[in-house]
């Protein structure tokens, strides 16, 4: 009779794990001048439906799920999160220097602001899925980074958000080759 092993998150360990990223500086964070409309833009990146707040959120919850059962997979879920998290600081920064506040809402359909919120994510049950998802959302981020730029004149967080599109790019390719090793 074969042995049953408990598994725990225990046997696989997150010691060295870094964050998963296009290996380029980032431009100074700063800005213009103070423009609330571009923090207000900016506060959708950092916590609306789509943004780097829902991204952290999402492959945290991915990797969690997937650490005790195929941990290759859930390092590069959270080497890929802690990028995410420093471009959400790096968002931050810039909302701030913009003259906008941080308090986790941003523009909704409505014109209302709404606060950010778990129903933004995409959960589902199987690996591949998962990582289907994050591929999407990461698409979708970079479709609304491209669409904020062509809406802030500001040449400095531009340059800012485009760097930040470049690792989401290169997160695309990394779940594309997690995908085909499963």
């Known amino acids: ?3 049953k092993r408990n598994l725990s998150v225990d ?5 060295g794990v870094r964050p998963i990223m296009v290996d380029l500086p ?7 001048g103070t423009n609330p409309a571009h923090a207000s833009l900016l506060s959708i990146d950092y916590c609306g439906a789509v943004s780097e707040m829902s991204a952290i959120a999402q492959y945290i919850n991915n990797e969690n799920r997937l ?9 590069t879920l959270l080497g890929i999160a802690m990028a995410e998290m420093m471009h959400l600081q790096k968002l931050g920064e810039l909302i701030v220097l913009l003259g906008g506040t941080l308090d986790f809402t941003a523009p909704y359909r409505s014109g209302n602001r709404k606060l950010w919120t778990p129903e ?3 959960i589902p049950e199987q690996a591949r899925q998962m990582l289907q998802a994050d591929m999407d959302a990461e698409r979708a981020a970079i479709d609304q980074y491209r669409m904020h730029i062509n809406r802030i004149a500001d040449n400095c967080v531009n340059a800012v958000l485009e760097r930040i599109i470049e690792d989401e790019e290169y997160h695309i390719m990394v779940l594309r080759l997690l995908m085909k090793t499963m």
């Open 1 to 3: 009779m074969e042995e």
């Open 11 to 15: 046997d696989c360990s997150f010691a």
């Open 26 to 32: 980032y431009p100074p964070i700063k800005v213009q």
């Open 67 to 75: 650490a005790s059962v195929k941990c290759p997979v859930a390092k």
């Open 120 to 122: 933004y994510l995409t």
